[in-house]
């Protein structure tokens, strides 16, 4: 079993930055790719992130440039920065941690086999 905890989350007008975190309970996150993944009121859950157990990293092609994925291993804890944040970022902001097959950073959800609660990301124009 995996438990993890989104924080970070908050207000922040466009163009401010947030730093989310995914700390990891129960595994050594560093083991596994790590997703993350945001969900807008009336829109489908969409890949925004991932950082892959060889710590190879993918972007949603909205937020390259933009946003970083990262590990602090000694806190096992999965970082993503977010810069030049925009109106349309806003969402709930979940991270998965994919313990089968995470060698590659899957854009898929259903590669992960478990999630944190989320953590609601508002952007203010």
């Known amino acids: 079993q995996v438990q993890l905890v989104e924080s970070g989350g908050g207000l922040v007008q466009a163009g401010g930055s947030l730093r989310l975190s995914c700390a990891a309970s129960?595994?050594?996150?560093?083991?596994?790719?790590v997703g993350w993944f945001r969900q807008a009121p009336g829109k489908e859950r969409e890949f925004v992130a991932g950082?892959?157990?060889?710590?190879?990293?993918n972007y949603a092609d909205s937020v390259k440039a933009r946003f970083t994925s990262s590990r602090d291993n000694a806190k096992n804890t999965v970082n993503l920065q977010m810069n030049s944040l925009k109106p349309e970022d806003t969402a709930v902001y979940y991270c998965?941690?994919?313990?089968?097959?995470?060698?590659?950073?899957?854009?898929?959800?259903?590669?992960?086999?478990?999630w944190g609660q989320g953590t609601q990301v508002t952007v203010s124009s």
């Open positions: 950082i892959s157990s060889r710590d190879s990293t």
């Open positions: 129960g595994r050594t996150i560093s083991r596994y790719g």
């Open positions: 998965a941690a994919d313990v089968h097959y995470g060698t590659v950073v899957s854009t898929s959800p259903m590669a992960y086999n478990y």
